[in-house]
């Protein structure tokens, strides 16, 4: 089992910044990719980046210039920094990790872009 704790949601501004962090716990040996997803109302949920274990990332095209993902595996923790944020970033923000047999999620992190 791997426990996901996330956090660095809030308001913000357009324009504006925020990092998100998930920190992983319990089974961390397992890990192989994380990433972040995001879900707005009415809306499915959608990747928004992922990085494998030897750093290869993968982006949204509504966020590749603007989102950054890094991963510091001593620490079993995956980030995103956000930076020139859109009213249309807004959404809840899950963590995702894979390892061989299954994934888990975050309880979410609410990010809200005020215009």
């Known amino acids: 089992q791997v426990q996901l704790v996330e956090s660095g949601g809030g308001l913000v501004q357009a324009g504006g910044s925020l990092r998100l962090s998930c920190a992983a716990s319990?089974?961390?040996?397992?890990?192989?990719?994380m990433g972040w997803y995001r879900q707005a109302p009415g809306k499915q949920r959608e990747l928004v980046a992922d990085?494998?274990?030897?750093?290869?990332?993968n982006y949204a095209d509504s966020v590749k210039g603007r989102f950054t993902i890094f991963r510091d595996n001593a620490k079993s923790t995956v980030y995103m920094q956000m930076n020139s944020l859109k009213p249309e970033d807004t959404a809840v923000y899950y963590c995702?990790?894979?390892?061989?047999?299954?994934?888990?999620w975050g309880q979410g992190t609410q990010v809200t872009v005020s215009s």
């Open positions: 995702k990790v894979t390892t061989p047999l299954n994934n888990y």
């Open positions: 319990g089974n961390i040996f397992t890990i192989n990719g």
């Open positions: 990085i494998s274990t030897f750093g290869r990332t």
